[in-house]
């Protein structure tokens, strides 16, 4: 019969990096009054045990409730590296939570985030970029990062960092960009994703194409893009290997070509051609894309002159899997055979 | 502070444990090694380190284990079994048990460890927090010190303690206490009463030496003399300095070690039922450990279940927004191409409004300058013979070196006329003041010469006449140097006439009117050329 001896001996501390977590609902409490010690080991312990607790987002909630946040704000300007890193990376945590993230938007905590923008450490300013984007990705919060002002500091940081965080940077100013461009479009974001679509890195490619996507969506957009000769890189892009690219460059061409001086762009270009290629892609979103970016340049009479003769190839079209397709190449029939 | 808590349960677990246990467990006589060294010693002194806990907690709580057996059990042996779940109702009592038995084991114990102890009781008590009141020192019934048997190490716990009646207590005051005197006995002596003791005994002292000095004392005996004592009883005693000591022996038994308890075995009632237990029966480690490993395993799974739904949450609304995205774009272009397309028909209607509008503007422009045009030919299709005409009428129309000689010649002309006339009238009448003033000479003469008749008269006549033939002079020569037959104008008629006259007076004055003459010629012809000319016209225009 086992003995029914309970141990004198404490259960021994299998994480000395972590800080204990208090039983039930006196966890969280008991962590941020630990946040706030002046012991730097006693902060640390708790933030590892905070890192960990964050997944769950009702424990998001509480601590939010019990005022964690202003704790944190307080440690971003720690003195300590590992201090900083591990806030940011508990804060990244909470914003992939919707409670999360609408707890940063009351407690602008977007704006202590800021501050950390130049911070020598990579790990932190990478977490703080996770952060910004998950913030960025509910559209109140990506009202919320324009709000703050720091599109143009985030434009200008595109040119500055380094390869994984201009990926994260990219992502962040698609969304916020998506809700408002006058901004950024007042901070030569164009220039900027010009260069970076001609970048080696696919992912930064892609992204940078997908940003041009929201960049070119205003009017304004379309004018900067047309004035900057984007556009011949874009038809270019429409060649590129990865599929993602090819779906982004035709986006953006879709959005670019709206305006005349646009469409007038993209035919000395030749980018029907690769845009019909295009249409036989495997990702639907490119052929959507496609789709309608042939159907812009249709509008131009040498476009249409053009397009009468691959009616067919739409017609094909047609019969896609997804309905969006279908009713853009319908779309795109009627404008190529439309007669004034 | 995490220590304290288990310092509460601690020792209000061990008695249960022990309770459980009932003793199957023999400590180690070496078993408090920890223990040790915070005791003085061993032997006896077991009660020490028991009642040290507060200078311990610390330092191998295990050691607990080692101890307690043999002082705790048998009272809670009938309590209940497991004290450390009623630590907040009963823990008085049973915090009250363990210091009594404490207390009572250990007879030799100083108060001090016994204080100790009962002030530990008291902080733990007031750490409670239950209790309004706290005792500085908590009532307990005091153990009895009277020892029946010799202290032995390996004492167990079962030894029934023999607490003292305070009825027959020595140290329990009796009777009324406002008579007392309470000497230093309580606590320390007080240092001052010591002093004014020992000062009170010195005084005394040396009051008794000083009153011993006067003290008549028997002369001092005489030369060859002894003074002696000598005893004046009736019976003799002996004096010595010894005193006379009867040792009385009293043997007693050696102490005897405590005979053990009898084992007490109650009667056997019931029926012996027997079990038996094979190996690994009892103790299956899998099932044991089964707990123990669902809640390791399960606690590891549920976060790291919740890390990766979180990821995929994540994913999932990554996807679903991309999928929304891609629609959204897609939408928004379709809306901006529209409302291109609008604008572009617009403005192309527009400019083709315009055109159709300034077409037809010239359109009617046209027509009606065509309208205009024919019904103004019309109209001045008539208009331009009686314009002509009228013109014509009006003597617009004209040669111009017909108008320039008419213009010019012929005023000119007349003016040489005029002036060839006045010339001629200006010798004429020249002539007819010469004349005169030759024939008033003559008169004179005539008149000096006979106071005459007057045949002045004719020749006033003539001289008027003359006069009158001067101008014709002029027109006759006119008339003589016109070739051309010309109608006779009635003027002219009558000039026609006069020059018959003139002539003769010509004849009369050659040589005064030759150079008149002849600037009359000149003249003359200079009007001839006019005045044919304006005799032209005249005839023209008389139908």
Redesign the interface.
């Known amino acids: 019969?086992?003995h029914a001896?309970?141990s004198?001996?404490?259960p021994p501390d299998i994480n000395p990096t972590q800080a204990a977590i208090a039983y039930g609902c006196r966890a969280l409490p008991k962590l941020n009054e630990e946040l706030q010690s002046e012991d730097l080991l006693t902060r640390q312990k708790a933030l590892m045990a905070l890192c960990?607790l964050m997944?769950?987002p009702e424990h998001v909630y509480v601590a939010i409730d019990t005022g964690c946040l202003e704790s944190l704000k307080a440690l971003l300007k720690d003195n300590n590296d590992m201090v900083r890193i591990k806030t940011t990376e508990v804060l990244y945590i909470m914003a992939?939570?919707n409670v999360g993230r609408e707890g940063f938007l009351e407690h602008d905590v977007i704006l202590a985030l800021s501050s950390l923008l130049n911070d020598p450490q990579s790990a932190c300013r990478k977490n703080l970029h996770l952060a910004f984007k998950h913030v960025a990705?509910l559209p109140s919060g990506a009202q919320g990062i324009v709000n703050s002002g720091l599109i143009p500091s985030l434009v200008w940081k595109l040119q500055r960092e380094e390869e994984e965080i201009q990926g994260l940077l990219l992502d962040t100013l698609a969304a916020c960009l998506?809700e408002d461009a006058t901004e950024a479009l007042g901070s030569h974001v164009v220039p900027f994703l010009k260069q970076k679509l001609l970048s080696t890195n696919d992912d930064i490619r892609s992204k940078a194409a997908r940003t041009l996507?929201a960049v070119s969506?205003p009017l304004e957009g379309k004018n900067q893009v047309w004035q900057h000769d984007v556009i011949p890189i874009l038809v270019h892009l429409l060649k590129d290997r990865v599929e993602e690219v090819q779906a982004n460059a035709a986006?953006a061409l879709?959005?670019a070509t709206?305006?005349?001086q646009g469409k007038y762009a993209a035919l000395d270009t030749e980018a029907i051609h690769p845009l019909l290629s295009l249409l036989g892609s495997s990702l639907?979103?490119a052929r959507?894309?496609a789709t309608?970016a042939l159907?812009?340049l249709a509008?131009a009479p040498e476009g249409r002159k053009f397009l009468q003769s691959r009616v067919p190839v739409f017609r094909v079209l047609e019969d896609d899997t997804s309905e969006?397709v279908r009713r853009?190449a319908q779309?795109a029939v009627k404008v190529i055979e439309w007669k004034? | 502070m995490r220590r304290q808590e288990?310092e509460v349960p601690?020792r209000t677990?061990l008695p249960a444990?022990t309770a459980g246990r009932n003793c199957q467990e023999v400590p180690p006589p070496g078993g408090t090694p920890g223990c040790r060294a915070t005791a003085v010693g061993d032997a006896g002194w077991l009660g020490v380190p028991w009642g040290n806990p507060s200078v311990a907690p610390t330092s191998c709580?295990?050691n607990?284990?080692s101890r307690p057996p043999s002082f705790l059990p048998p009272l809670l042996a009938s309590g209940n079994p497991c004290p450390w779940q009623y630590v907040h109702l009963s823990g008085s009592r049973d915090r009250l048990a363990p210091t009594c038995l404490k207390a009572g084991t250990h007879p030799k114990r100083s108060d001090l460890a016994s204080g100790v102890a009962s002030t530990l009781t008291d902080r733990t008590c007031s750490a409670m927090g239950t209790y309004t009141y706290t005792y500085t020192s908590r009532p307990r019934a005091l153990p009895c010190q009277r020892r029946r048997y010799r202290d032995h190490l390996m004492q167990l716990a079962e030894e029934p303690v023999h607490h003292g009646n305070i009825m027959y207590d020595r140290r329990v005051v009796r009777g009324n206490t406002y008579a007392l005197h309470t000497g230093p006995l309580p606590g320390q002596p007080d240092p001052i009463e010591i002093q004014r003791q020992q000062q009170a005994k010195r005084r005394a002292l040396a009051k008794k030496r000083a009153q011993e000095q006067f003290r008549p004392r028997t002369p001092e005996p005489v030369e060859g003399r002894k003074h002696v004592d000598v005893q004046t009883e009736m019976y003799l005693e002996e004096i010595a300095d010894r005193i006379i000591e009867v040792d009385v022996e009293c043997q007693t038994d050696a102490f005897l070690d405590r005979p053990p308890t009898p084992l007490f075995i109650p009667a056997k009632t019931g029926k012996d039922v027997a079990t038996q237990i094979l190996e690994g029966e009892?103790?299956d480690f899998d099932l044991?450990v089964k707990p123990m490993l669902e809640v390791l395993v399960g606690k590891t799974i549920e976060?790291s279940l919740?890390?990766v739904m979180?990821e995929e949450e994540?994913a999932n609304?990554?996807a679903s927004?991309?999928a929304y995205?891609?629609?959204r774009?897609?939408e928004?272009?379709?809306v901006?191409?529209l409302a291109?397309?609008e604008k572009?028909h617009r403005e192309?209607k527009e400019r083709r409004k315009r055109q159709q509008w300034e077409v037809v503007y010239k359109h009617s422009e046209t027509a009606q300058k065509v309208a205009a045009r024919v019904f103004a030919q019309r109209y001045l299709a008539d208009l331009l013979p009686s314009v002509f005409d009228s013109l014509r009428d009006g003597g617009y129309f004209y040669d111009p070196v017909e108008r320039d000689i008419e213009i010019g010649f012929l005023p000119w002309l007349m003016n040489e006329v005029d002036k060839t006339m006045e010339y001629s009238m200006v010798g004429r009448t020249v002539l007819d003041m010469l004349i005169r003033e030759v024939v008033e000479k003559r008169l004179a003469a005539y008149e000096q010469r006979d106071d005459q008749p007057p045949a002045g008269k004719p020749k006033d006549e003539l001289g008027e006449s003359g006069r009158m033939t001067e101008p014709p002079v002029g027109y006759e020569l006119q008339e003589q140097s016109t070739a051309q037959p010309q109608r006779p104008l009635p003027g002219r008629d009558s000039l026609q006439r006069t020059p018959d006259d003139g002539r003769y007076m010509e004849s009369v004055l050659a040589q005064e009117t030759k150079l008149m003459e002849e600037a009359e010629y000149e003249q003359t012809k200079i009007r001839k050329t006019s005045g044919t000319e304006v005799l032209q016209p005249r005839g023209d225009f008389q139908p």
């Open positions: 019969m086992a001896r309970i004198m001996y404490l960990d997944h769950d992939t939570h990705l998506t996507i969506i986006g879709m959005y709206v305006t005349t639907s979103k959507l894309n309608k159907t812009m509008e969006a853009a779309i004034p | 288990p601690l677990g444990k709580p295990g607990f284990l009892l103790f044991e976060q919740l890390e979180e994540l609304l990554r927004q991309y995205e891609e629609l774009n897609v928004l272009a379709e901006q191409r291109e397309q572009r192309e």
